[in-house]
């Protein structure tokens, strides 16, 4: 099966089809000759995949590497929220904060930046690794860094004469 058939038969692969095509046309079109792309990139949509009802991918750009989510014509829509706020998604590896954006090719996309500008990739090849293995660590849950242990509670008296009663010992 091509990349294409399964598009069509997976609705967040279809999205991130779109998408590529939305923002191929933004490179050949506005972006052209700006100074913040990176000529050695192209335009890929990676690791598109539903999660809790709405598509999840990471859009890579000359011009930034993107964490996406937008809402899939069957699936669960986002709360309303305006253009520009911040709004709060759990992944299985945490909590992410996603800008909310607009999209002609799609309507509503809430991104969060993971690069931009991308001038650390010197070739597409391994901007895609990259952005496989962001996908990768965002859906496993394995990548959760616990919290780190809360440390001793020390008293007043314990912080003040702690480190004084220990010299003086040692001193004797």
């Known amino acids: 099966m ?13 999205l991130g089809l ?17 100074p913040i792309c990176n000529a050695a990139l192209g335009v890929a949509a990676t690791g598109f995949r539903t999660y809790s ?11 930034f590497m993107n964490l996406v989510v937008a809402d899939l014509p069957d ?4 709360a309303p929220a305006a253009a520009g ?3 709060r998604i759990g992944l299985p590896a945490g909590e992410v904060d996603f800008i909310v954006g607009e999209l002609d090719a799609v309507a509503r996309v809430d991104s969060c ?11 597409m090849e391994a901007a895609l690794e990259i952005a496989e ?6 859906f496993d849950p394995g990548t959760l860094v616990p919290p780190p242990s809360p440390s001793a509670i020390v008293n007043r008296r314990d912080l003040l004469r702690g480190p004084f009663s220990r010299r003086e010992e040692t001193s004797e």
Request: charged share 20%; net charge positive; glycine share 4%.
């Open 113 to 123: 930046s993971l690069f931009s500008p991308v001038f650390e990739f010197s070739t």
């Open 53 to 63: 009802g709405r598509a999840f991918g990471i859009v890579t750009t000359p011009w």
């Open 75 to 78: 699936g669960t829509p986002a």
């Open 2 to 14: 091509i990349a294409n058939d399964r598009a069509a038969v997976d609705p967040a692969r279809a």
């Open 85 to 87: 706020s911040t709004v």
């Open 18 to 34: 779109r998408l590529e095509r939305h923002y191929r046309q933004i490179r050949a079109t506005a972006m052209v000759d700006v």
């Open 133 to 138: 293995e962001a996908v990768r660590a965002l």
